[in-house]
């Protein structure tokens, strides 16, 4: 990483992105990285979001996780209005170094803006010809 927040271009080489000790996160056309977050201590999914280079930098330098809202086109740490931050136990990439997995301890109440625990609160199920959603309740969770 570059100290004004921006990372070196990914490798060519298969070899050297897939073993090497380099972080080179590669980010899509529009500048983001999708990120994965999941309790550090149970496992559970709570969100999923974008990363900006910003965003990925201030995550790595302040241990809160960073994002970029899409719907604002902003730059957010979570929790700055409602309390309820991600405090980041773990961060590691994939294979290809395309997506961001954080590995995070809340601090507050809810993951979710709707005030659950986990963004993932409704399952989908088959009826018919279709689907239809059901809500995950009493903290069951897939």
């Known amino acids: 990483m570059i100290m004004d927040g921006s990372f070196q271009s990914p490798s060519s080489n298969k070899s050297e992105l897939e073993e090497g000790r380099a972080f080179t996160p590669r980010f899509d056309q529009a500048g983001l990285i999708p990120a994965i977050v999941s309790d550090a201590a149970g496992g559970g999914v709570l969100m999923f979001a974008y990363m900006n280079a910003e965003a990925l930098h201030r995550t790595i330098e302040s241990g809160e996780a960073h994002f970029w809202s899409r719907s604002r086109n902003a730059l957010w740490r979570k929790g700055e209005t409602s309390g309820n931050r991600l405090l ?13 997995w954080v590995k995070a301890r809340l601090s507050g109440e809810a993951a979710c803006h709707t005030g659950r625990p986990s963004c993932f609160y409704r399952r989908i199920r088959g009826e018919g010809e279709g689907a239809i959603l059901e809500i995950i309740v009493n903290g069951e969770h897939p």
Do not use: M, S, Y
Request: proline share 0%; hydrophobic share 40%.
């Open 88 to 100: 980041v136990q773990e961060l590691l990439t994939d294979c290809d170094q395309d997506v961001i």
